[in-house]
C-alpha cells in the first residue's frame, strides 16, 4: 500500500482532515512533524491548511524554513510528489518549490465558501483522475489567498502551462487570473488554496457538485505512483 506522509507544523489544523482523505483513497497515511529531518520512506507528502506558526510574518514564511522542509524540498526535485493545501500552498511559494506568493484577500476579510473551480491542467502527479476542464466543488477557507506575481513570473506560469485550477463563477481573493492552484514545470508538487481533503464524502462535502471532488487529488496520485 502506498505511504504518503502529512506533515504538522504547530498551528497546523487539517491534517487529521488529510490523513483521512488519504485513507479513503486507498493509501496509507504516515505522520511527519516539522521537526523530522527525513520524509521516513514516503511515497508523497501532503503539506495541509492552517495557521502555522499563527501566520506570524507571512502565511507560511517560518513553516519553510523548519527542517522536514528541507528533506520536502530535497525529495520534491527528485520527483517526490509534493501537494500543499491552503496553508500548505503558501508554504511551497515561501519555499520557492512554487512561483509567486499568496497575499491578504482583496476585500480583506477572511472567506468560507463551497468553491466552484475548473480543472485546467490534468498532467500532473495529483490531478490525473480528472477530466481535463471538468467543473469542481471544493470548500475555500483562508484570509490569504490572493495569488499574485510579477509579469515575468505570470507570463512563464501561463506559458508552461502551470495552472492547475482556476476559480469559476465568483472570484474570491483577488487572485490574478482567477488562479487558484498551480504545480511546478515537472507537475510532481502543486498547491491550492481550496481544500480537496474536505471534500472526499458525501455526508460532509460541498451540497453542490458530487460532495466528494476532492478525493480526485487522493486517488490522482496513487494512480501516477502506480506508473
Ligand atoms: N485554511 C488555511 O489553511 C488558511 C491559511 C492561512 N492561515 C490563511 O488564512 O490564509
Keep these: 500500500m502506498s505511504k504518503i506522509g502529512i506533515v504538522t507544523f504547530p498551528g497546523t489544523l487539517d491534517d487529521r482532515d488529510a490523513a483521512r482523505a488519504v485513507r479513503i483513497a486507498g493509501a496509507e497515511p504516515v505522520e511527519l512533524w516539522h521537526k523530522d529531518s ?62 509567486g506568493a499568496l497575499i491578504r484577500n482583496h476585500h480583506q476579510k477572511f472567506i468560507c465558501r463551497d468553491q466552484a473551480l475548473e480543472v485546467v491542467r490534468t498532467e500532473t502527479a495529483w490531478t490525473g483522475a480528472f477530466e481535463k476542464g471538468q467543473r469542481i466543488v471544493i470548500p475555500l477557507k483562508n484570509g490569504e489567498g490572493n495569488f499574485q506575481a510579477t509579469p515575468e513570473q505570470l507570463e512563464r506560469i501561463e506559458g508552461e502551462g502551470q495552472v492547475v485550477f482556476r476559480y469559476l463563477d465568483f472570484d474570491p481573493n483577488g487572485s490574478m487570473n482567477q488562479i487558484a492552484g498551480l504545480c511546478n514545470e515537472a507537475g510532481n508538487v502543486v498547491g491550492l488554496m481550496p481544500h480537496p481533503e474536505h471534500a472526499v464524502e458525501d455526508v460532509f462535502g460541498p451540497e453542490s457538485g458530487s460532495g466528494t471532488d476532492g478525493l480526485g487529488l487522493f486517488k490522482s496520485v496513487l494512480e501516477s505512483l502506480l506508473g
Design 38 to 99: 527525513d520524509v521516513k520512506g514516503v511515497d508523497a507528502v501532503v503539506l495541509p491548511g492552517g495557521f502555522s506558526y499563527g501566520d506570524y510574518l507571512r502565511c507560511g514564511a517560518i513553516s519553510a524554513q523548519s527542517p522536514v522542509m528541507g528533506a520536502v524540498i530535497e525529495g520534491a526535485k527528485k520527483g517526490l510528489p509534493v501537494l500543499g493545501i491552503c496553508n500548505g500552498f503558501q508554504i511551497l511559494c515561501e519555499s520557492h518549490l512554487l512561483p
